[in-house]
């Protein structure tokens, strides 16, 4: 075997005889405790305490105004699409290099996805080749950026940040200003990533975050609206709702709403994870530090670490391999060892739905997709 003293060393790390799986989550502080009191409240459903305590939490951690609590991080992004204005006469810039909840929440808001490559280092978004997209193909009329090519109206520009690294994102909401294009940042894998010190999420007019079993802390399911303005995160709350006009016993909804509240037991979860988050990303940045320092021995392979003016909550590991041929064989050893690795996410470009959509070039993103591998990266106290 090609890669088995990497598969011992990561055997190691986990000190464990069996599976070694990705990600799992970790509750080692008050979970049980507030989810148990949330079940003698009886107020585990649409109303409690817990919604409102979590959703202050997430706004202060992130540094946002709003934080609104959602069912997943799917109905957040939703949500966020659908506020800042796009519809079916729209489309929506993004990576083709991300999981499908992003192209999923364009799509329900009957708007078509357009495909801009990344940059290798932070593999989100890339700042150049996003504005080199708009100075070809789009036009300003009336102060609304239009893509000559369709006539369509660009909607939004929605960068991901993948597996917890910002993308330069400091420069693509420049870009956005400058063509007055809302901005909307997946932040679904980077709780607890900052760029140039400011917190991923916090620069789009509304962004979204997940709390999925596999992202860094979790509900179980669930995500989060966040955004500075009043006006959105009112709306928010309120199509999150089912659009109830506030009546003491009266239902009656002024538009057509969605059932995308998070119920309380799960934000109970959520409270209880967030008081342990620090601690969750201490360990993570530890994990990182010990795979940086493991790997810089090997040649061949490269870790990735987080990229220029930023800092990554490291979600999940990424390594680098030296072609498409060496990623195959490292993936079917690990995962043949019980050692869980996976290649990144199939191309966006590549899926039946998408394959028609406008994109630019997409260098990158393939020569990504060739390369890069995850590998685990769950709390080591979980194993223990
Ligand atoms: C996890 C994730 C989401 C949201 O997923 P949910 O499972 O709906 O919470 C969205 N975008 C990306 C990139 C994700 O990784």
């Not at 406008?358 to 393939?366: A, C, F, P, Y």
């Amino acid at each position: 075997m090609r890669y088995r003293e990497t598969i011992d060393f990561i055997r190691s790390l986990y000190n464990m005889d069996d599976f070694i799986p990705l990600h799992t989550p970790v509750f080692m502080g008050n979970e049980k405790r507030y989810v148990e009191e949330c079940i003698d409240s009886t107020f585990v459903s649409s109303v409690g305490k817990f919604v409102d305590r979590f959703e202050e939490m997430v706004a202060e951690f992130v540094g946002t105004k709003y934080a609104i609590a959602t069912v997943n991080g799917t109905a957040a992004l939703h949500i966020a699409l659908k506020l800042v204005g796009v519809d079916e006469q729209c489309e929506v810039i993004t990576q083709p290099l991300t999981f499908i909840a992003t192209c999923n929440a364009i799509s329900y808001c009957n708007a078509k996805p357009v495909f801009i490559d990344v940059d290798r280092d932070t593999m989100g978004l890339s700042p150049e080749s996003l504005e080199a997209f708009l100075k070809e193909y789009t036009t300003m009329q009336n102060g609304t950026c239009i893509n000559k090519t369709t006539g369509k109206k660009i909607g939004a520009v929605a960068p991901m940040h993948t597996f917890g690294h910002p993308c330069r994102i400091e420069e693509v909401a420049e870009i956005c200003e400058k063509y007055r294009i809302p901005l909307v940042e997946d932040a679904a894998e980077s709780l607890g990533s900052y760029y140039k010190g400011r917190h991923t999420g916090a620069f789009g007019t509304v962004s979204a975050f997940s709390f999925n079993g596999n992202k860094t802390i979790t509900t179980g399911g669930g995500g989060m609206i966040v955004t500075d303005d009043e006006a959105l995160a009112k709306r928010a709350k309120h199509i999150t709702t089912t659009a109830k006009v506030p009546h003491p016993y009266e239902y009656i909804h002024d538009e057509i709403g969605y059932n995308y509240r998070l119920p309380n037991i799960n934000a109970a979860l959520g409270c209880a994870q967030m008081e342990k988050l620090e601690e969750i990303l201490a360990d993570k940045r530890q994990m990182a530090d010990i795979y940086r320092k493991y790997f810089s021995k090997k040649p061949k392979i490269t870790f990735v670490s987080e990229p220029e003016s930023s800092k990554s909550n490291y979600w999940l590991n990424a390594i680098m391999l030296e072609n498409s041929e060496a990623r195959d064989i490292f993936l079917k050893e690990c995962n043949n060892a019980g050692v869980m690795t996976r290649p990144i996410w199939r191309l966006m470009n590549r899926l039946a739905m998408f394959k028609d959509v406008q994109h630019g070039s997409l260098e990158n993103v393939e020569w990504l997709e060739e390369r890069v591998v995850n590998i685990p990266s769950s709390h080591r106290s979980v194993q223990c």
